[in-house]
RNA sequence: GCCCGGAUGGCGGAACUGGUAGACGCGCCAGACUCAAAAUCUGGUAUUGGCAACAAUGUGCAGGUUCGAUUCCUGUUCCGGGCACCA
């Protein structure tokens, strides 16, 4: 009886499928275990055999774990919102609707095939609107929500709120140190301020803390498309298709605020059981940093006065802020002890108006003018003072009025609280400091001239509104070897900065860097930039330094502008080199001139008061300095930036919001799902608008709840939908929640989860951030989605070539086309041979387009020439799954495409091997049955009448090893090593003739997750019930397996020479001594004692002479 | 450019914690069965030299550590993936 595969796997399928084999309870008594699957984009070339490699190892996973006692939900769904559909639609006026439909069904009869353990009733599609309702439900969620840094996780925006109307945000400082609130009053607001602001500021300050917001970004923008485009549909400044123009263009547009995650996102790793390779994906994607925000005043006014800075050789001349006389440095010193030494409400008052937090620099024990002052606000003309305790002493207090005066006289207010109002109410303390400044602010127009704060920033008529120029750096201690700043082309500053004589160089540039994707920027060779014609001026030597700017630096990043050091960093080392700026040498004999020093280990030198110190400590030294003189401050920064949320497209998730007045109001959530209308025709909108804004009576259809306003024409990206789907898994069909909280308790985390490395960063970042959300507000007891993950590899594709002899229609061998002219053609490889063309098939290949080819063969054949490419339909490189399927069956396919190698090793394709897989799948149904039928013995002598007596101990020991291989090798992924260890098995079964059923039973248990269909359709045929997915697994025996003795591999010098076969309980001095009887081992010592005789137990001997 | 992988016979790969390099399969060669072919079965197969025993070489390349390195370290080349609107 032949191995009938086609009917044993149709038969059965059909049977799993009438049994409900694979529906899954979320009731049962058994330990819970979640395998998952990246869901597939389902396009519209199909499913090739690249995608099932990682759907067969889950699929092998579950099964073995559900063999091993467990619940296992292993479900499956589409990604099924995305451009491609869209594109599609464009190109040949199919919905995406329609076309997404059709591509599922041809997706799903081929997994089908292939007979994956899928409990289909949970099947979930990110287009459905029964599915989409629950994103646009966690979408308003994010908007309904805060980040609390105090608390540490995200809160709702109510919340926030009631905090703003009793203390104003004093303790929940603005996440975008950008902002500024309206009148430029800078970041912090009171209680009071709150509640006079208009609805719209008070939402455009809420906006500034929900988790979802919406704020201005820059995109690629095709004017001649009329679209947005994505970084790799944009080559060299022109879009793929049709090579037209891009350009950077700033619109609205939705975010996540996944930066407020980037701590947790990074910790979190540790909990997780992920290679250190993805790990570190993240790790670098979330791009952790720690240094300094340094803030350099702006020489001004520009050029003509750099000469006159007097006095440029003593300390802080040519600082923005000289307050005091030629006694500072040593006041200097009083103010940095008393700083050490603050008292608890000097402290308190301290942090909170530290960093900014005011919108004002703020300089604590200040010197001025032989006085120091406890605060100083400068930009405003504001001191603030709290009294010690010795402060209530007459003559003291008699001081202080005089002092009062004296900077009255200068033009400072000075204000005064006592240490009790600070402790007791801080609040309202910075209340009355801010009072203080609005009003200060007023007067000191007046004061603008005063001699007291020579080169001001803020005085220069020009610079008026301009702060300074903010860096970032992670080398502080590098700083006494500023040589020049660079500025992002686009940083806002540029602009006002440009020196009119710089103004057309600095243009050019600007439009010439807006015409580059950020990709080409950073992969950029050349050098390139301009100068601005300003200055900034060094905080600690006083120094004037050149402004550039140059498209090596990110408007993303930090701050967009960083301060360069030649001689520390290789890009500004090129830089300077190129464009001739002199060089600071700050490391001594260390640097040679030549490259930069990346050394972290050196001590700087000729760095002022850093001089002599290594690294680490100079940067510290420097931070500190940095905050005493109200310069800088220490600032951690990270890569990663906000997740741009909207797409300018129609065939995602439409947002539920409105927009009236310039605010967004959510949607009430019993309107959900905001359904996506059907429209005719895709095109994009005007302004860089989506398609939806084309459909006018849509976008305002559903505002009279709010009394007019226009709906949001974007729709959600890609990985809006993916970003919690394997929640939805849990408990698919609720229609009154994404997912019960009983039903996300039970399932909990994805015990094993496996998609492809392509998904590093975007995907399982995103899911990690909404599972976190998620879980701040409550609604899932879990902070990570993923336990375990796995990355299959890529499947390549390998092309195939002919070779058209140029102006013929001959097609010449690969061996012999150098005799020609030729052109290289990709010819199907499903009609190769492994590199002999069929052809015949060649011939009948695209509807007979080469029928009358003539074929110039090299030794009677046609050989095609091979390179490894991505597969894809256009290179004519794909293999259908189902077509291996129909020759060999889906046994032979899922143990073929896992003995391909490791999962997650990426490998070209190749068809050629999966006759020896089906050849094994043979080789064990003989062991059933021979041409004549059943051969499998029983132990009982009847009724069978083919009795086989009791297994042997050979037997046993194959069964025990092949139980103990297939375990080690499932539970470490490692597939293929475990397909041969089948393999093995059954040869080795077949030479001892063995057909008991005692021992082949269990293979069959042990086959079942690779091999399903064979494996069932046995069991049955050996008599039994019931499906093979609940027999009990194989009990591992040590006993069977137990050797006494060892071949040992005998080595002189590392080298194997010789075998000894020894027992195992055998001492080192037995060793030495049989060794050096042995008559090879005697022949390499020539006659010599060995050196040493190293004895390893159960591995080797080797003998060094 | 930056980040992460990978490289072992003619081919896919094995060698799990530094201990016999090449398991298992493909391909190829030889043989059996057959009029013949297919299928199936048996044997051989890293390279070089040798009838053989055996010897030398050998895990991308160049070094290093070690009694011993495919495995660890340093440098380097090539290939693949990602780099924020492809999914």
Same mark, same amino acid.
């Given at each position: 009886?032949?191995?009938?595969?086609?009917?044993?796997?149709?038969?059965?399928?059909?049977?799993? =499928?009438?049994?409900?084999?694979?529906?899954?309870?979320?009731?049962?008594?058994?330990?819970?275990?979640?395998?998952?699957?990246?869901?597939?984009?389902?396009?519209?070339?199909?499913?090739?055999?690249?995608?099932?490699?990682?759907?067969?190892?889950?699929?092998?996973?579950?099964?073995?774990?559900?063999?091993?006692?467990?619940?296992?939900?292993?479900?499956?769904?589409?990604?099924?919102?995305?451009?491609?559909?869209?594109?599609?639609?464009?190109?040949?006026?199919?919905?995406?609707?329609?076309?997404?439909?059709?591509?599922?069904?041809?997706?799903?009869?081929?997994?089908?095939?292939?007979?994956?353990?899928?409990?289909?009733?949970?099947?979930?599609?990110?287009? %459905?609107?029964?599915?989409?309702?629950?994103?646009?439900?966690?979408?308003?969620?994010?908007?309904?929500?805060?980040?609390?840094?105090?608390?540490?996780?995200?809160?709702?925006?109510?919340?926030?709120?009631?905090?703003?109307?009793?203390?104003?945000?004093?303790?929940?400082?603005?996440?975008?140190?950008?902002?500024?609130?309206?009148?430029?009053?800078?970041?912090?607001?009171?209680?009071?301020?709150?509640?006079?602001?208009?609805?719209?500021?008070?939402?455009?300050?809420?906006?500034?803390?929900?988790?979802?917001?919406?704020?201005?970004?820059?995109?690629?923008?095709?004017?001649?498309?009329?679209?947005?485009?994505?970084?790799?549909?944009?080559?060299?400044?022109?879009?793929?298709?049709?090579?037209?123009?891009?350009?950077?263009?700033?619109?609205?547009?939705?975010?996540?605020?996944?930066?407020?995650?980037?701590?947790?996102?990074?910790?979190?790793?540790?909990?997780?059981?992920?290679?250190?390779?993805? =790990?570190?994906?993240?790790?670098?994607?979330?791009?952790?940093?720690?240094?300094?925000?340094?803030?350099?005043?702006?020489?001004?006014?520009?050029?003509?006065?750099?000469?006159?800075?007097?006095?440029?050789?003593?300390?802080?001349?040519?600082?923005?802020?000289?307050?005091?006389?030629?006694?500072?440095? &040593?006041?200097?010193?009083?103010?940095?002890?008393?700083?050490?030494?603050?008292?608890?409400?000097?402290?308190?008052?301290?942090?909170?108006?530290?960093?900014?937090?005011?919108?004002?620099?703020?300089?604590?024990?200040?010197?001025?003018?032989?006085?120091?002052?406890?605060?100083?606000?400068?930009?405003?003309?504001?001191?603030?003072?709290?009294?010690?305790?010795?402060?209530?002493?007459?003559?003291?207090?008699?001081?202080?009025?005089?002092?009062?005066?004296?900077? =009255?006289?200068?033009?400072? $207010?000075?204000?005064?609280?006592?240490?009790?109002?600070?402790?007791?109410?801080?609040?309202?303390?910075?209340?009355?400091?801010?009072?203080?400044?609005?009003?200060?602010?007023?007067? +000191?127009?007046?004061?603008?001239?005063?001699?007291?704060?020579?080169?001001?920033?803020?005085?220069?008529?020009?610079?008026?509104?301009?702060?300074?120029?903010?860096?970032?750096?992670?080398?502080?201690?590098?700083?006494?070897?500023?040589?020049?700043?660079?500025?992002?082309?686009?940083?806002?500053?540029?602009?006002?900065?440009?020196?009119?004589?710089?103004?057309?160089?600095?243009?050019?540039?600007?439009?010439?860097?807006?015409?580059?994707?950020?990709?080409?920027?950073?992969?950029?060779?050349?050098?390139?930039?301009?100068?601005? !014609?300003?200055?900034?001026?060094?905080?600690?030597?006083?120094?004037?330094?050149?402004?550039?700017?140059?498209?090596?630096?990110?408007?993303?990043?930090?701050?967009?502008?960083?301060?360069?050091?030649?001689?520390?960093?290789?890009?500004?080392?090129?830089?300077?080199?190129?464009?001739?700026?002199? &060089?600071?040498?700050?490391?001594?004999?260390?640097?040679?001139?030549? @490259?930069?020093?990346?050394?972290?280990?050196?001590?700087?030198?000729?760095?002022?008061?850093?001089?002599?110190?290594?690294?680490?400590?100079?940067?510290?030294?420097?931070?500190?300095?940095?905050?005493?003189?109200?310069?800088?401050?220490? =600032?951690?920064?990270?890569?990663?930036?906000?997740?741009?949320?909207?797409?300018?497209?129609?065939?995602?998730?439409?947002?539920?919001?409105?927009?009236?007045?310039?605010?967004?109001?959510?949607?009430?959530?019993? @309107?959900?799902?905001?359904?996506?209308?059907?429209?005719?025709?895709?095109?994009?909108?005007?302004?860089?608008?989506?398609?939806?804004?084309?459909?006018?009576?849509?976008?305002?259809?559903?505002?009279?709840?709010?009394?007019?306003?226009?709906?949001?024409?974007?729709?959600?990206?890609?990985?809006? !939908?993916?970003?919690?789907?394997?929640?939805?898994?849990?408990?698919?069909?609720?229609?009154?929640?994404?997912?019960?909280?009983?039903?996300?308790?039970?399932?909990?985390?994805? %015990?094993?989860?496996?998609?492809? $490395?392509?998904?590093?960063?975007?995907?399982?970042?995103?899911?990690?951030?909404?599972?976190?959300?998620?879980?701040?507000?409550?609604?899932?007891?879990?902070?990570?989605?993923?336990?375990?993950?796995?990355?299959?590899?890529?499947?390549?594709? +390998?092309?195939?070539?002919?070779?058209?002899?140029?102006?013929?229609?001959?097609?010449?061998?690969?061996?012999?086309?150098?005799?020609?002219?030729?052109?290289?053609?990709?010819?199907?490889?499903?009609?190769?041979?492994?590199?002999?063309?069929?052809?015949?098939?060649?011939?009948?290949?695209?509807?007979?387009?080469?029928?009358?080819?003539?074929?110039?063969?090299?030794?009677?054949?046609?050989?095609?020439?091979?390179?490894?490419?991505?597969?894809?339909?256009?290179?004519?490189?794909?293999?259908?799954?189902?077509?291996?399927?129909?020759?060999? !069956?889906?046994?032979?396919?899922?143990?073929?495409?896992?003995?391909?190698?490791?999962?997650?090793?990426?490998?070209?394709?190749?068809?050629?091997?999966?006759?020896?897989?089906?050849?094994?799948?043979?080789?064990?149904?003989?062991?059933?049955?021979?041409?004549?039928?059943?051969?499998?013995?029983?132990?009982?002598?009847?009724?069978?009448?083919?009795?086989?007596?009791?297994?042997?101990?050979?037997?046993?020991?194959?069964?025990?090893?092949?139980?103990?291989?297939?375990?080690?090798?499932?539970?470490?992924?490692?597939?293929?090593?475990?397909?041969?260890?089948?393999?093995?098995?059954?040869?080795?079964?077949?030479?001892?003739?063995?057909?008991?059923?005692?021992?082949?039973?269990?293979? /069959?248990?042990?086959?079942?997750?690779?091999?399903?269909?064979?494996?069932? @359709? /046995?069991?049955?045929?050996?008599?039994?019930?019931?499906?093979?997915?609940?027999?009990?697994?194989?009990?591992?025996?040590?006993?069977?397996?137990?050797?006494?003795?060892?071949?040992?591999?005998?080595?002189?010098?590392?080298?194997?020479?010789?075998? /000894?076969?020894?027992?195992?309980?055998?001492?080192?001095?037995?060793?030495?001594?049989?060794?050096?009887?042995?008559?090879?081992?005697?022949?390499?010592?020539?006659?010599?004692?060995?050196?040493?005789?190293?004895?390893?137990?159960?591995?080797?001997?080797?003998?060094?002479?």
């Amino acid at each position: 009886m032949e191995y009938n595969f086609r009917e044993i796997e149709q038969k059965w399928r059909q049977k799993w =499928k009438d049994t409900q084999a694979y529906t899954v309870s979320n009731e049962s008594g058994k330990p819970k275990y979640y395998v998952l699957d990246m869901f597939p984009y389902p396009s519209g070339a199909g499913l090739h055999v690249g995608h099932p490699l990682g759907y067969i190892a889950s699929d092998i996973f579950a099964r073995y774990k559900r063999l091993k006692g467990f619940n296992v939900l292993h479900p499956m769904g589409y990604d099924a919102f995305g451009l491609p559909a869209e594109q599609y639609a464009i190109d040949h006026g199919i919905h995406p609707a329609a076309s997404t439909e059709k591509n599922i069904n041809t997706f799903r009869k081929q997994l089908d095939n292939i007979g994956f353990c899928y409990d289909w009733n949970r099947e979930v599609r990110t287009s %459905d609107p029964k599915y989409y309702k629950w994103t646009q439900w966690i979408f308003l969620q994010l908007f309904k929500s805060w980040y609390n840094r105090q608390t540490d996780k995200a809160e709702p925006i109510d919340r926030l709120v009631a905090i703003f109307e009793k203390e104003g945000n004093i303790n929940h400082p603005v996440p975008n140190s950008r902002f500024e609130l309206p009148g430029g009053t800078g970041q912090v607001f009171t209680a009071t301020q709150w509640a006079a602001f208009d609805e719209f500021t008070q939402q455009s300050v809420l906006m500034e803390y929900r988790l979802a917001y919406c704020g201005f970004g820059e995109v690629n923008w095709c004017e001649a498309l009329g679209t947005v485009l994505a970084n790799d549909e944009v080559i060299n400044g022109v879009s793929e298709r049709g090579g037209h123009p891009v350009v950077k263009k700033k619109l609205r547009q939705w975010y996540l605020r996944i930066t407020e995650y980037a701590d947790r996102l990074q910790r979190d790793l540790e909990t997780v059981d992920w290679s250190d390779a993805m =790990k570190e994906m993240q790790t670098n994607w979330i791009g952790k940093s720690s240094g300094a925000e340094v803030e350099f005043s702006l020489a001004s006014p520009p050029t003509p006065l750099l000469g006159e800075r007097g006095g440029a050789a003593s300390p802080g001349a040519g600082k923005s802020y000289k307050t005091a006389d030629n006694n500072w440095h &040593i006041l200097k010193e009083f103010g940095r002890e008393n700083r050490k030494n603050p008292t608890p409400a000097e402290d308190l008052l301290w942090q909170h108006i530290r960093n900014n937090k005011l919108g004002f620099k703020v300089r604590r024990q200040h010197t001025v003018r032989g006085y120091i002052v406890d605060f100083a606000i400068l930009e405003a003309g504001l001191i603030v003072e709290l009294d010690g305790e010795y402060h209530s002493e007459e003559q003291q207090r008699i001081y202080d009025e005089a002092r009062t005066d004296f900077l =009255k006289e200068l033009g400072l $207010t000075l204000i005064r609280f006592r240490n009790e109002e600070v402790l007791q109410n801080v609040e309202e303390v910075i209340e009355k400091i801010k009072i203080a400044i609005q009003e200060q602010k007023q007067n +000191s127009v007046n004061a603008a001239g005063l001699p007291l704060l020579p080169g001001e920033k803020g005085s220069g008529d020009e610079a008026a509104g301009v702060r300074g120029l903010r860096v970032y750096t992670t080398r502080p201690d590098t700083i006494f070897g500023v040589d020049f700043m660079v500025l992002a082309p686009e940083h806002e500053l540029v602009e006002q900065i440009t020196t009119p004589d710089q103004k057309a160089t600095v243009d050019e540039y600007v439009a010439y860097v807006k015409s580059r994707s950020e990709r080409e920027r950073m992969a950029e060779k050349k050098i390139s930039g301009c100068f601005t !014609g300003a200055y900034a001026v060094h905080p600690f030597t006083g120094k004037n330094i050149p402004i550039w700017i140059s498209e090596y630096v990110l408007a993303g990043y930090g701050t967009g502008a960083i301060m360069a050091v030649p001689a520390g960093d290789e890009r500004d080392h090129k830089f300077a080199q190129h464009f001739g700026i002199p &060089i600071t040498n700050i490391f001594g004999d260390v640097y040679t001139g030549e @490259e930069a020093v990346s050394d972290k280990n050196v001590t700087l030198y000729n760095s002022g008061f850093i001089t002599g110190l290594p690294v680490k400590e100079a940067s510290e030294e420097v931070i500190h300095a940095l905050e005493e003189n109200g310069d800088g401050v220490r =600032k951690i920064n990270y890569k990663m930036r906000d997740a741009a949320f909207s797409r300018q497209r129609y065939w995602g998730e439409p947002f539920p919001v409105i927009w009236k007045d310039g605010i967004a109001y959510p949607l009430d959530e019993s @309107e959900l799902p905001l359904e996506l209308p059907h429209i005719d025709e895709i095109k994009p909108g005007k302004d860089g608008e989506g398609p939806l804004s084309n459909n006018e009576g849509w976008l305002t259809s559903f505002s009279p709840s709010f009394g007019g306003g226009r709906g949001e024409s974007s729709t959600m990206p890609g990985y809006a !939908g993916s970003s919690w789907y394997f929640l939805r898994y849990m408990d698919p069909h609720n229609d009154a929640a994404f997912c019960d909280r009983k039903a996300s308790d039970y399932w909990n985390q994805v %015990d094993l989860y496996i998609g492809g $490395t392509e998904h590093a960063v975007g995907h399982l970042l995103y899911s990690r951030m909404w599972t976190k959300a998620l879980y701040d507000l409550g609604y899932i007891g879990f902070f990570e989605p993923f336990k375990k993950l796995v990355n299959q590899g890529m499947i390549q594709g +390998s092309s195939r070539f002919v070779y058209r002899v140029r102006g013929t229609s001959k097609f010449v061998s690969h061996g012999l086309r150098n005799q020609y002219e030729t052109d290289q053609l990709h010819v199907d490889v499903n009609i190769v041979d492994g590199v002999e063309l069929d052809i015949e098939a060649f011939k009948k290949w695209r509807n007979g387009e080469y029928a009358n080819t003539e074929f110039i063969l090299e030794d009677g054949k046609y050989i095609c020439g091979v390179e490894v490419e991505k597969m894809s339909k256009s290179k004519f490189n794909t293999v259908n799954p189902d077509d291996l399927v129909n020759k060999y !069956g889906a046994d032979t396919f899922r143990m073929y495409e896992m003995f391909l190698g490791p999962v997650e090793q990426s490998k070209p394709w190749d068809t050629k091997g999966i006759e020896g897989v089906h050849r094994f799948l043979k080789k064990l149904w003989r062991l059933f049955y021979d041409e004549n039928g059943p051969i499998w013995t029983d132990t009982a002598p009847s009724p069978s009448e083919r009795a086989g007596g009791e297994a042997t101990a050979a037997e046993l020991k194959i069964l025990h090893q092949t139980i103990k291989k297939i375990e080690d090798d499932t539970e470490r992924f490692s597939f293929n090593t475990g397909v041969s260890a089948f393999m093995i098995a059954v040869n080795e079964l077949t030479e001892l003739q063995c057909h008991k059923k005692e021992i082949l039973e269990n293979i /069959l248990v042990l086959l079942t997750p690779y091999a399903p269909h064979i494996a069932e @359709e /046995l069991w049955h045929q050996l008599g039994n019930s019931g499906s093979i997915l609940d027999a009990p697994y194989p009990k591992f025996e040590e006993k069977y397996v137990l050797e006494t003795s060892k071949t040992y591999p005998v080595a002189i010098n590392g080298k194997t020479r010789t075998e /000894l076969n020894l027992p195992l309980d055998i001492t080192q001095q037995e060793v030495e001594k049989l060794v050096q009887e042995n008559d090879i081992v005697l022949k390499w010592l020539e006659g010599k004692p060995p050196k040493k005789v190293i004895y390893v137990k159960n591995r080797m001997i080797n003998v060094v002479v």
